[in-house]
């Protein structure tokens, strides 16, 4: 099956882009044949930030997204990235741009659609 994450959500202040990411990684765990597809819009563009610093104990966003990037794909819209000032050479490894175009493809060939 195939799922499509959206998330919008800043990655710390608020839980829905950690909650959208743990249950993507519950998924996966669940679903060997599971395909997920996690695209960032708005603030949460933040959460594939390389280099993320969190307290001991604290989630930290970037390496939730490590193990969805080993099956799957994790996309940022273009867009939101440079009204946020993210450049592409500030994301993690694996994570990378990507378009409305895309989102839109992406929604068309999911078998589910989440949004966070």
């Known amino acids: 099956m195939k799922y499509l994450f959206i998330l919008n959500d800043p990655p710390y202040g608020t839980e829905r882009s950690y909650n959208g990411l743990r249950l ?3 998924l ?6 599971a395909a997920v597809t996690v695209f960032l819009m708005a ?3 933040g959460c594939a930030k ?10 930290n966003l ?3 997204l490590k193990p969805i ?3 799957g794909e994790v996309l940022l819209c273009g867009t939101c990235m440079d009204a ?9 490894e694996g994570a990378r741009r990507s378009s409305m175009v895309e989102l839109t493809e992406r929604t068309m060939a999911a078998d589910k659609v989440l949004v966070f």
């Open 50 to 59: 390389a280099g993320q610093k969190t307290p001991d104990g604290f989630y």
């Open 24 to 26: 993507a990684d519950k």
């Open 84 to 92: 946020r000032g993210l450049a592409e050479s500030e994301l993690m």
């Open 43 to 45: 603030d949460a563009v």
């Open 28 to 33: 996966m765990k669940t679903d060997e044949a």
């Open 69 to 71: 990037l080993r099956k």
């Open 62 to 64: 970037e390496r939730m």
